[in-house]
């Protein structure tokens, strides 16, 4: 009877009956009642989340936690997701078990501590139990974070931190667990605040009075700093270091420790190492030994503040000490193999300015002389006259450029034998996508495998799309005739209609007039592309074919000639009837560069007798038209393209292919799109193999939009299209261009490769690249910061001529700017490091030449990074040599 009125008090929500009969109960009686309050869980999980089943769950959660004997299932009862909003209360459930052993107690409550810090287990309840079990207080992650928002909540115990802190009798044992976890100062970094009421201050005056080890808070905290971790919780540590005030005497103990965080840690807290050490240094509590070693490091980091700093403190210990010259002077030269110019040249004064003070002693000049090599070629010449050296060799550098090897088409492997392994590659690629070959591959055997064993396919398929969600819908379901109208969603389209779980009338709807793409610039790509898909689809259940026709031969999307006509030969010989958007996509992909083997296939094409042989062999023998006629329009601050009619792709193809051939207008062409995705794009470039301009004019709004609006991934397509085949011409240059001034770091490393690509298949265009980046800068569609840190990483691979050609004829536009801006106007942002990255590209490649505007710039007054860079670039192109 009391498990009874147990659960029906359960039900009814009413938790103080509930826990005055689970007091009455013995452990056996608990355990009765448990398989009642399950199923009541598993009823309530299905019900609908209102107050009628709200009601009953802080009821179950405290009689279910009581109820269990162990204290593995008591955890796991109390943490339980279906819990966490809707739970008995810390109180309540400290007295249902208040009556358990402290041994058990104990376990529960490092089970419970030691669960993630996002089950939010209540810190009351945690505790609670330490204070019921007497156990040893918990350092886990949940239980600190617990137990610093619960000291950080002012509303709870009144007064300050610190009088909080005060009176905690587990106050060191709850710091030192900060210092140790990894997870949880990010958490609370919030609640240190700021102001005298703060963390940092309340910890810092706990050890000033002594309730807190100063010494170990000063070890904690530089520990923390030197293991790392996100710059929030650094932040944390190097407050709280600072709000501690080591003494001289604290921070001369740890010089090793300053040292490494002053080369390795994140720029904040190299900062504060650096300073406390220049400190120490101008102090003479520094050695020159000291010195070099934490030079050494920091010389090489990449913020120029920190590098800056340490060489105007070398300077200042060399002019208050000359004797320390040959220690610390080969620690300037460290400095000369820095990627920044200004750096390499500001050491190098250094090095003037001291060198006389070397003895002839101990090696140092000879040390210098050895680091002369790391200087960019303009500087180096200038230090090995410095100091005497010779060079190995008075023949000019042959300089020696660096591409990546040219991309090489691979044939596209045979279809899958088995469905199992075809079930694999198509598992690969409804997960995480794929490129043209491992599409194409798939997609042919899901028609091969259909065409000889429907059954068995599906069987070996049925594992991979268990967790698709139209897997177990009614193919009747509005919802996914729709789902598919507004795209075949690539494979899936066809896996659905393999399992029956999509109509027939919306597959033959499809094929007789296609999806509703609309009319934006991708609509003519991607309603070709996705023709095949539907017409794939609809013949597995119309009338299934043995092959696909239009399967490419290489990866790019190519397809030999000889093999298709093999294919309709095969087609010719089974009566089969090829698919007329198949059929269509395999003219678009066959090669006719080859007229001999074009002419020679044709021949055996018309022989076949069928409409698809006389059609290829007339495809075959047509001379190829030239790309359509292109002409530049200018949105806002874009230039686009727009172009003119193919004739060829028109006539007899199929509805869904003849917009690839109309006229591509700019402000036509721009209504809905449903195209913000790139898994589909990347099929785009093989769906007309050959003729890359077409996919590069309708793409390049959209790579455009990476510079222009900051968008992110939109240039991800630029390395497949600089390997696809066909003219690079003004749509694909354009493209790089907008790409190497993309906002996000990986659109411009996509443009970089790109760009390479080009260059190493000798398609490179470099003065129309320069002229057309030179024209988006000034009309503000690239901003030259962001262009200077893409050409800077195309040079650092190597290719320092290829850039150089790309620079000539993309600087005059910009110093140009800048002469008409007279004394007065000042240098476009991003300028000054353009110029330094030709510079060194017209020193390491041996470039010589005018350039338009140079002089005037170079003999400007001042010493700006613009000024200062042209002067050197003018040097380097206009000196006979350099050694």
């Given at each position: 009877?009391?498990?009874?009125?147990?659960?029906?008090?359960?039900?009814?929500?009413?938790?103080?009956?509930?826990?005055?009969?689970?007091?009455?109960?013995?452990?056996?009686?608990?355990?009765?009642?448990?398989?009642?309050?399950?199923?009541?869980?598993?009823?309530?999980?299905?019900?609908?989340?209102?107050?009628?089943?709200?009601?009953?769950?802080?009821?179950?959660?405290?009689?279910?936690?009581?109820?269990?004997?162990?204290?593995?299932?008591?955890?796991?009862?109390?943490?339980?997701?279906?819990?966490?909003?809707?739970?008995?209360?810390?109180?309540?459930?400290?007295?249902?078990?208040?009556?358990?052993?402290?041994?058990?107690?104990?376990?529960?409550?490092?089970?419970?501590?030691?669960?993630?810090?996002?089950?939010?287990?209540?810190?009351?309840?945690?505790?609670?139990?330490?204070?019921?079990?007497?156990?040893?207080?918990?350092?886990?992650?949940?239980?600190?974070?617990?137990?610093?928002?619960?000291?950080?909540?002012?509303?709870?115990?009144?007064?300050?931190?610190?009088?909080?802190?005060?009176?905690?009798?587990?106050?060191?044992?709850?710091?030192?667990?900060?210092?140790?976890?990894?997870?949880?100062?990010?958490?609370?970094?919030?609640?240190?605040?700021?102001?005298?009421?703060?963390?940092?201050?309340?910890?810092?005056?706990?050890?000033?009075?002594?309730?807190?080890?100063?010494?170990?808070?000063?070890?904690?905290?530089?520990?923390r700093l030197l293991r790392g971790g996100v710059p929030a919780d650094q932040?944390?540590?190097?407050?709280?270091?600072?709000?501690?005030?080591?003494?001289?005497?604290?921070?001369?103990?740890?010089?090793?420790?300053?040292?490494?965080?002053?080369?390795?840690?994140?720029?904040?807290?190299?900062?504060?190492?650096?300073?406390?050490?220049?400190?120490?240094?101008?102090?003479?509590?520094?050695?020159?030994?000291?010195?070099?070693?934490?030079?050494?490091?920091?010389?090489?980091?990449?913020?120029?503040?920190?590098?800056?700093?340490?060489?105007?403190?070398?300077?200042?210990?060399?002019?208050?000490?000359?004797?320390?010259?040959?220690?610390?002077?080969?620690?300037?030269?460290?400095?000369?193999?820095?990627?920044?110019?200004?750096?390499?040249?500001?050491?190098?004064?250094?090095?003037?300015?001291?060198?006389?003070?070397?003895?002839?002693?101990?090696?140092?000049?000879?040390?210098?002389?050895?680091?002369?090599?790391?200087?960019?070629?303009?500087?180096?010449?200038?230090?090995?006259?410095?100091?005497?050296?010779?060079?190995?060799?008075?023949?000019?550098?042959?300089?020696?450029?660096?591409?990546?090897?040219?991309?090489?088409?691979?044939?596209?492997?045979?279809?899958?034998?088995?469905?199992?392994?075809?079930?694999?590659?198509?598992?690969?690629?409804?997960?995480?996508?794929?490129?043209?070959?491992?599409?194409?591959?798939?997609?042919?055997?899901?028609?091969?495998?259909?065409?000889?064993?429907?059954?068995?396919?599906?069987?070996?398929?049925?594992?991979?799309?268990?967790?698709?969600?139209?897997?177990?819908?009614?193919?009747?379901?509005?919802?996914?005739?729709?789902?598919?109208?507004?795209?075949?969603?690539?494979?899936?389209?066809?896996?659905?209609?393999?399992?029956?779980?999509?109509?027939?009338?919306?597959?033959?709807?499809?094929?007789?007039?296609?999806?509703?793409?609309?009319?934006?610039?991708?609509?003519?790509?991607?309603?070709?592309?996705?023709?095949?898909?539907?017409?794939?689809?609809?013949?597995?259940?119309?009338?299934?074919?043995?092959?696909?026709?239009?399967?490419?031969?290489?990866?790019?999307?190519?397809?030999?000639?000889?093999?298709?006509?093999?294919?309709?030969?095969?087609?010719?010989?089974?009566?089969?009837?090829?698919?007329?958007?198949?059929?269509?996509?395999?003219?678009?992909?066959?090669?006719?560069?080859?007229?001999?083997?074009?002419?020679?296939?044709?021949?055996?094409?018309?022989?076949?007798?069928?409409?698809?042989?006389?059609?290829?062999?007339?495809?075959?023998?047509?001379?190829?038209?030239?790309?359509?006629?292109?002409?530049?329009?200018?949105?806002?601050?874009?230039?686009?393209?727009?172009?003119?009619?193919?004739?060829?792709?028109?006539?007899?193809?199929?509805?869904?292919?003849?917009?690839?051939?109309?006229?591509?207008?700019?402000?036509?062409?721009?209504?809905?799109?449903?195209?913000?995705?790139?898994?589909?794009?990347?099929?785009?470039?093989?769906?007309?193999?050959?003729?890359?301009?077409?996919?590069?004019?309708?793409?390049?709004?959209?790579?455009?939009?990476?510079?222009?609006?900051?968008?992110?991934?939109?240039?991800?397509?630029?390395?497949?299209?600089?390997?696809?085949?066909?003219?690079?011409?003004?749509?694909?240059?354009?493209?790089?261009?907008?790409?190497?001034?993309?906002?996000?770091?990986?659109?411009?490393?996509?443009?970089?490769?790109?760009?390479?690509?080009?260059?190493?298949?000798?398609?490179?265009?470099?003065?129309?690249?320069?002229?057309?980046?030179?024209?988006?800068?000034?009309?503000?569609?690239?901003?030259?910061?962001?262009?200077?840190e893409s050409i800077r990483m195309a040079a650092a691979t190597g290719a320092?001529?290829?850039?150089?050609?790309?620079?000539?004829?993309?600087?005059?536009?910009?110093?140009?700017?800048?002469?008409?801006?007279?004394?007065?106007?000042?240098?476009?942002?991003?300028?000054?490091?353009?110029?330094?990255?030709?510079?060194?590209?017209?020193?390491?490649?041996?470039?010589?030449?005018?350039?338009?505007?140079?002089?005037?710039?170079?003999?400007?007054?001042?010493?700006?990074?613009?000024?200062?860079?042209?002067?050197?670039?003018?040097?380097?192109?206009?000196?006979?040599?350099?050694?």
């Amino acid at each position: 009877m009391s498990g009874e009125a147990l659960l029906n008090a359960v039900r009814a929500g009413r938790t103080a009956e509930a826990a005055g009969l689970l007091d009455g109960m013995t452990d056996a009686e608990r355990r009765a009642c448990l398989p009642a309050l399950k199923e009541l869980r598993k009823e309530l999980r299905t019900a609908p989340w209102n107050a009628g089943s709200r009601v009953a769950h802080p009821a179950l959660h405290a009689a279910g936690a009581a109820c269990h004997s162990g204290a593995a299932g008591a955890a796991a009862w109390i943490a339980a997701a279906d819990m966490r909003w809707s739970q008995a209360s810390p109180g309540v459930l400290l007295h249902v078990l208040g009556d358990r052993e402290t041994d058990w107690l104990a376990d529960l409550t490092y089970r419970l501590a030691g669960r993630p810090v996002t089950s939010r287990v209540p810190f009351a309840l945690l505790s609670g139990l330490v204070a019921l079990s007497g156990c040893e207080v918990p350092t886990t992650d949940a239980y600190v974070q617990g137990w610093f928002e619960h000291i950080g909540a002012s509303w709870h115990g009144g007064g300050t931190v610190v009088q909080r802190l005060r009176q905690e009798p587990h106050l060191p044992g709850m710091v030192a667990a900060l210092f140790e976890s990894l997870d949880v100062t990010g958490q609370i970094a919030w609640l240190f605040g700021d102001g005298p009421g703060s963390w940092y201050n309340a910890l810092a005056e706990l050890a000033e009075e002594g309730s807190l080890d100063r010494e170990v808070l000063l070890d904690a905290c530089v520990a923390r700093l030197l293991r790392g971790g996100v710059p929030a919780d650094q932040r944390v540590f190097l407050r709280l270091l600072s709000s501690l005030g080591p003494t001289r005497d604290e921070e001369s103990e740890r010089c090793a420790d300053w040292t490494a965080l002053a080369s390795q840690a994140m720029p904040a807290v190299a900062w504060h190492a650096q300073s406390v050490l220049a400190s120490l240094a101008l102090d003479g509590e520094l050695t020159s030994r000291q010195l070099a070693e934490m030079s050494a490091g920091v010389l090489f980091r990449t913020e120029k503040k920190l590098v800056r700093a340490q060489l105007v403190l070398l300077g200042k210990v060399l002019r208050r000490d000359p004797s320390a010259a040959d220690v610390l002077l080969p620690a300037v030269a460290e400095a000369f193999g820095h990627q920044d110019t200004e750096v390499q040249e500001r050491a190098l004064k250094l090095v003037e300015r001291h060198v006389c003070a070397l003895s002839d002693a101990g090696g140092a000049r000879d040390r210098l002389g050895e680091l002369t090599d790391d200087l960019s070629p303009g500087l180096r010449l200038r230090a090995r006259r410095l100091l005497g050296v010779e060079a190995l060799d008075d023949a000019p550098v042959v300089h020696e450029e660096v591409l990546p090897p040219a991309p090489v088409p691979a044939r596209l492997a045979a279809a899958p034998d088995s469905a199992a392994e075809l079930a694999e590659e198509v598992s690969a690629l409804l997960a995480a996508g794929g490129g043209v070959a491992p599409f194409e591959r798939a997609l042919d055997g899901l028609v091969r495998h259909a065409h000889d064993d429907r059954g068995a396919l599906v069987e070996a398929l049925a594992p991979v799309v268990a967790r698709c969600w139209w897997k177990d819908g009614d193919p009747r379901y509005a919802r996914t005739g729709r789902y598919f109208r507004e795209s075949p969603q690539g494979l899936e389209v066809v896996l659905a209609a393999l399992f029956e779980r999509v109509g027939t009338d919306t597959l033959h709807s499809a094929v007789q007039r296609g999806t509703t793409s609309g009319n934006c610039h991708h609509s003519a790509l991607s309603r070709a592309f996705e023709a095949r898909l539907w017409e794939v689809a609809y013949r597995l259940g119309a009338d299934p074919m043995p092959f696909l026709l239009a399967t490419p031969t290489w990866d790019t999307g190519l397809l030999e000639p000889d093999e298709l006509v093999a294919r309709l030969t095969e087609y010719r010989r089974l009566d089969a009837r090829p698919g007329a958007a198949d059929f269509a996509q395999a003219l678009l992909r066959v090669r006719r560069d080859d007229r001999t083997k074009a002419a020679a296939a044709a021949v055996r094409a018309r022989a076949l007798g069928s409409p698809e042989g006389y059609r290829l062999a007339h495809w075959l023998t047509a001379e190829a038209p030239p790309l359509p006629e292109s002409r530049r329009r200018t949105a806002g601050v874009r230039i686009l393209l727009e172009l003119g009619e193919l004739e060829e792709i028109q006539g007899q193809f199929p509805p869904e292919f003849r917009p690839l051939g109309r006229p591509f207008t700019v402000f036509k062409d721009r209504w809905y799109c449903r195209h913000w995705g790139v898994m589909d794009r990347r099929h785009w470039p093989a769906v007309v193999p050959g003729r890359r301009e077409l996919v590069a004019a309708r793409l390049l709004r959209d790579i455009s939009a990476s510079a222009v609006e900051d968008s992110r991934a939109d240039a991800a397509l630029l390395p497949l299209l600089a390997e696809a085949d066909g003219t690079a011409g003004e749509a694909v240059h354009l493209c790089v261009a907008y790409g190497l001034g993309a906002r996000h770091p990986e659109d411009r490393l996509s443009s970089v490769d790109a760009l390479l690509i080009l260059a190493a298949r000798g398609q490179l265009d470099a003065g129309r690249l320069g002229t057309d980046v030179g024209e988006l800068v000034c009309r503000g569609a690239v901003k030259p910061s962001r262009l200077a840190e893409s050409i800077r990483m195309a040079a650092a691979t190597g290719a320092y001529a290829t850039v150089w050609s790309v620079l000539r004829d993309l600087l005059p536009a910009l110093l140009a700017g800048l002469a008409t801006d007279g004394a007065g106007g000042g240098p476009v942002r991003g300028l000054g490091e353009l110029l330094a990255v030709a510079a060194d590209c017209a020193e390491r490649s041996g470039a010589r030449g005018d350039l338009a505007h140079l002089a005037g710039t170079a003999g400007r007054r001042g010493s700006s990074k613009v000024v200062t860079q042209a002067r050197r670039l003018r040097t380097a192109l206009t000196q006979e040599a350099a050694a």
